[in-house]
């Protein structure tokens, strides 16, 4: 089996994560016979913008839609282009162009890895937050009035459509219909957000009638958010609007130790158009350029593509060497820095990939 | 020196703590010489709106006005009346009609409470949320369209005016600088909500200029949240527009030990209308009825109105005996269950009304 993946590592420790990425990729590809054809592109980053003034090539997506998936590491470099449009002129661009309307972010506790909050185990926390991906908060609909006068007056409007709302949590209620606790945990705020909150209320509700099987609750993201810190071991599966499931994606990692080590997949589930993975953490600025940034999130997103791509066996192999890799702690294992190690990203990149060939 | 104090119970837990409340504030006017004459109304709760079919009275408006202040319970039951009609019909609407557009909200990890965090210390959490309170996202504005059809849309505004933003800033950076810190972050999200929260970012870059002393830094909302858990002890005032606030001011609490005991002031700095004083905790009929609310939230509260009452040594004085009962723990003070104790709603207001007779 062959693929081409488009790799685009962008900005900041992007740059430093893909390599490992990559290098875990192919060391997984070698054990299981699959070849995966890598294309490098340079656009979706500061330096494209500095040499176009642009974000990305005229030709970007008939470019990308020939591939089969995108491996992404971050954009986002606020010193040379303000970040509303580094990333609506890149990583947004290809979420709503490639209908990548559900994102995808797992939130585990790993061996290994010292969770912030007191007596957690791995195990306690293994959650799975589906995040609508293309309309809701995330808009440029809106404008300014009655500039610089007392009366300045900003809209900013907020989308929902019920074809998106109904199609991310249709994949929602499949994904806990899937999984032995069949618990879905639906994100709202229809208590103060008027209009659009109470509308998601009702299509879950609407939704949940055709998966009797699955138990739904509700939380306000104000509560939701407590909780996740309180008691993460209540989640299963958490279905959000596109704000609230950014949120709790980066909550939730935080509560399983570090932001270095979570990945995400922007799934274009009807296979129409490439998804895309990449990690959550970002460009992260305050670290880039010393080498210590940590690879397993830009890998993890490497299995979850792995296993996008019809893989499954692949993907957990993979996942399966990062956590023996982790489980070794920061004294047998080169771990990074936000792991309490002393590793470079180069470092833990090749011992996963040499677990990966070991196992 | 005598005030009026408006109280309104409100619902669930809101009518166990309450009385909590006030005997804590009795106890503090005997100490301080100070006279408070409360008046209690059963509006604004599910009770009312079962008689009434709605959640106030005509003339709620004048009836309130000629209060000195209002301490509040909690308003909300989801089974007899909606909850955005609940909140929009009572807590909303006083937070707008009486201008209160800072909502004031502590975090502070306080002696003898457990911290779901490793490793905290008290001293270690303690920061200011300074949320906005009467426009931004919190908005009835909007509507749909081709209801029912596949085309389904929803348009929900969120309005932010120059006035709105600019009080809600200045009232931050007085805030912060009159601290030692000196330190203000600001909540945004201006990578992904393209229209309002890029304004809200200038008219902070704005306001910054006119307090040199205050150091201010900007966290998009996702990863603040996961700073509030991996690093709180980075933060002195948090400044946020009224989703973000609320947000943030559910997760602060809940990494200091229990959402019971934070207390908020919806404030109008303009003293031109009363100013409402509400725990942060809510309703919460998952406990209501068996009388083991923690009543540190709504006591914490008092101290705060005592404070904008013009009465800063009460206040601390209030605030000084809650500190000491908690600091005892579980064994030596009647803690309630989220504190890992076994007391009462009514033992533990006990406890710290004697404490502040005692002190
Ligand atoms: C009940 C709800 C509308 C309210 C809010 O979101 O403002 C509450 O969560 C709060 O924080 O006071
Ligand atoms: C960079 C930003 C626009 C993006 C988002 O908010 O979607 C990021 O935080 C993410 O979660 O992928």
């Not at 350029?289 to 296993?307: F, R, Y």
């Amino acid at each position: 089996m062959s693929h081409r993946i488009a790799v685009i590592p962008g900005d900041g420790i992007g740059k430093e994560v893909v390599p490992a990425g990559i290098e875990a990729l192919e060391a997984t590809a070698g054990r299981f016979g699959l070849r995966l054809e890598f294309t490098d592109f340079g656009f979706a980053s500061a330096d494209y913008w500095q040499r176009h003034q642009r974000m990305l090539p005229p030709d970007w997506e008939e470019t990308l839609r020939s591939f089969d998936a995108i491996f992404f590491g971050a954009v986002g470099w606020p010193d040379v282009v303000p970040d509303h449009i580094s990333l609506w002129g890149s990583l947004l661009q290809f979420r709503r162009t490639f209908d990548q309307f559900v994102n995808l972010r797992p939130c585990r506790l790993m061996p290994g890895v010292r969770s912030p909050l007191a007596d957690r185990e791995p195990g306690d926390i293994d959650f799975l937050v589906v995040r609508e991906n293309t309309e809701g908060e995330y808009s440029s609909v809106g404008g300014r009035i009655f500039e610089g006068t007392d009366r300045e007056t900003v809209l900013q409007e907020t989308v929902m459509t019920r074809i998106g709302v109904d199609r991310v949590l249709r994949f929602a209620f499949e994904q806990a219909q899937s999984r032995p606790k069949r618990h879905l945990t639906s994100a709202t705020k229809s208590n103060g957000i008027a209009i659009s909150m109470p509308y998601w209320d009702e299509r879950v509700a609407a939704m949940g009638e055709q998966f009797p099987r699955v138990r739904v609750d509700k939380f306000h993201i104000d509560a939701l958010a407590a909780q996740f810190v309180l008691h993460p071991e209540w989640f299963d599966v958490v279905v959000a609007s596109n704000l609230f499931g950014d949120i709790l994606s980066d909550l939730g990692p935080a509560c399983t130790g570090t932001l270095g080590i979570a990945p995400s997949a922007n799934i274009n589930p009807d296979r129409r158009h490439p998804s895309l993975f990449e990690p959550v953490h970002g460009s992260a600025p305050d670290i880039a350029g010393q080498g210590i940034a940590n690879p397993v999130g830009q890998i993890w997103c490497g299995s979850m593509m792995l296993d996008h791509l019809g893989h499954p066996e692949a993907a957990a192999h993979l996942l399966g060497a990062v956590e023996d890799v982790l489980a070794l702690g920061p004294k047998e294992s080169p771990l990074t820095p936000d792991l309490h190690g002393t590793g470079t990203t180069a470092e833990l990149g090749r011992a996963i990939a040499e677990r990966v060939r070991e196992r």
